[in-house]
């Protein structure tokens, strides 16, 4: 029995995941696996009426489960920040959650804005630092507020985190079986102390992977190189920021947020899954909000969760689904279908199989 924290969020979270967890069930009936659910409210309108964000226990609890699947988290009438920090950051990082994996994977039938670029070029996965980096808040102010005001940011990146993520993308890269090359995104030219562990660690455990292929990019020129030969990547591992950065531009050449999913996770402990678009505040409520990103992030779920075959049951289901020509745009209010029937139809494929 699997046991599975949903956690809708703000937004149009509440409206993918209803899609996503239909998706869930009829893979569930189809391959024969049982799970099941409870649902948390924490979000933007909890911590309007009780000033809580997670509340006491909340992490411990959800510990317990094997999987979290979380729609969005973002509420126009709260501070940015304040949600981000206090519910989507404190879960990666109390959680230890040291991965965040982002597939950047270009659909059959999805459009998109490469000149003359296919399914075939744009296949890579990002493995992106998920606790330490620019993240952790360390720094501050000084003289706040005055003309000689200071902020300091600063980030922190350790050998056992540098080190248990580019292991963890070494292993990714030998099992995904693809070109067997990793890519490590840096900016060592200027970083020449963070990224300097980066690359040493990088290189120090590239010994133990003969069969895999290393190579370098700094982080600005990656920006240039998916634009233009996304073909040229397998795997590509970076710090959280960079990470941040480079899968909205990957988003963006597998379709767009409406595709696009990650995993923030913990290899020994609980993973949580989620579209990675963002709560989408003015789409609220009008099924008009794409919900393959957060179907997506099922099918990602259900491979963390040992269950391969209806992952792959979901994901061959989405295929079918793009492939049917019915989605007119992936775009938030121009896919000419309702949310409601973009799950229907995936969750129709899923039992036709
Ligand atoms: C993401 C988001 C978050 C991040 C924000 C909401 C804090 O942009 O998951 O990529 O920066 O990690
Ligand atoms: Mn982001």
């Not at 967890?21 to 189809?30: N, P, R, T, Y």
């Not at 990957?250 to 579209?275: K, R, V, Y």
């Not at 909000?289 to 099922?298: D, E, G, M, R, S």
């Amino acid at each position: 029995m699997h046991k599975i924290a949903v956690l809708p969020g703000d937004g149009t979270g509440p409206e993918v995941v209803k899609e996503g967890l239909k998706v869930l069930q009829a893979a569930a009936e189809v391959t024969g696996f049982d799970f099941e659910t409870k649902e948390f409210d924490f979000g933007g309108d909890r911590y309007l009426a009780t000033g809580e964000t997670l509340p006491e226990g909340a992490v411990e609890e959800l510990r317990e489960y094997g999987a979290i699947y979380l729609g969005a988290i973002g509420h126009p009438d709260v501070r940015p920040g304040i949600l981000e920090q206090g519910i989507l950051l404190r879960l990666r990082f109390d959680l230890d959650q040291y991965i965040n994996l982002r597939p950047v994977k270009l659909y059959p039938g999805v459009e998109c804005p490469l000149k003359d670029k296919g399914p075939e070029d744009v296949d890579l996965v990002v493995v992106r630092e998920n606790t330490e980096g620019l993240y952790v808040g360390s720094g501050g102010f000084t003289r706040k507020g005055t003309p000689e005001e200071i902020a300091v940011q600063e980030s922190v990146n350790t050998r056992s985190g540098v080190e248990r993520c580019v292991r963890y993308a070494f292993d990714y890269c030998r099992a995904r079986d693809k070109e067997k090359k990793l890519t490590l995104c840096g900016k060592t030219n200027v970083l020449t102390y963070a990224h300097d562990l980066w690359e040493r660690t990088f290189n120090e455990v590239a010994v133990e992977y003969p069969d895999i292929e290393t190579d370098y990019a700094h982080v600005d020129a990656i920006c240039m190189w998916f634009v233009k030969n996304p073909e040229w990547f397998d795997v590509v591992v970076t710090d959280n920021m960079f990470g941040d950065i480079i899968t909205d531009l990957g988003a963006i050449i597998q379709g767009g947020m409406g595709i696009a999913a990650g995993g923030n996770i913990n290899p020994e402990g609980t993973s949580m899954f989620e579209p990675i678009g963002g709560s989408a505040p003015k789409y609220t409520g009008k099924n008009v909000i794409n919900p393959l990103a957060a179907i997506a992030a099922v099918q990602m779920m259900l491979e963390t969760m040992g269950e391969t075959g209806a992952a792959r049951l979901v994901e061959d289901a989405m295929v079918k689904t793009l492939e049917s020509g019915r989605i007119k745009s992936l775009s938030a209010g121009k896919m000419g279908m309702g949310t409601d029937e973009v799950g229907d139809l995936v969750a129709r494929y899923v039992r036709e199989r």
